[in-house]
Nanobody, 117 residues
Framework: VQLQASGGGLVQAGGSLRLSCAAS????????MGWYRQAPGKQRVLVAD???????NYADFVKGRFTISRDNVKNTVYLQMNSLKPEDTAVYYC????????????WGQGTEVTVSS
């Protein structure tokens, strides 16, 4: 199973970026797809996730600014990030949870987002 993330980069405060993550390989029954982030010297935290049925969950610090969506046919999850702030600077990791006999947790390689003030 591979998770290929893209879309990170450098943006000025107030700008926007869109992250994408495509899951490929033998992966069955995806139950959640999401994004986490890890800032330098900090723990990795959940940014947002979405179920196969489209139910979303957002961290308080991105509510109203970020939107998560997914394409179940393409096994791809997106994160539209608007009104970016310098504190959003982090490495963003794609995460996929699936269940087939066992709960499985997959991580992408991370994509760096830098927001300049």
């Amino acid at each position: 199973v591979q998770l290929q993330a893209s879309g990170g980069g450098l943006v000025q405060a107030g700008g926007s970026l869109r992250l994408s993550c495509a899951a490929s390989g033998r992966i069955f029954n995806i139950i959640r797809m999401g994004w986490y982030r890890q800032a330098p010297g900090k723990q990795r935290v959940l940014v947002a996730d979405i179920t196969s049925g489209g139910s979303t969950n957002y961290a308080d610090f991105v509510k109203g600014r970020f939107t998560i969506s997914r394409d179940n046919v393409k096994n791809t999850v997106y994160l539209q990030m608007n009104s970016l702030k310098p504190e959003d600077t982090a490495v963003y990791y794609c995460n996929v949870k699936s269940f087939d006999v066992l709960l499985r947790n997959y991580w992408g390689q991370g994509t760096e987002v830098t927001v300049s003030s």
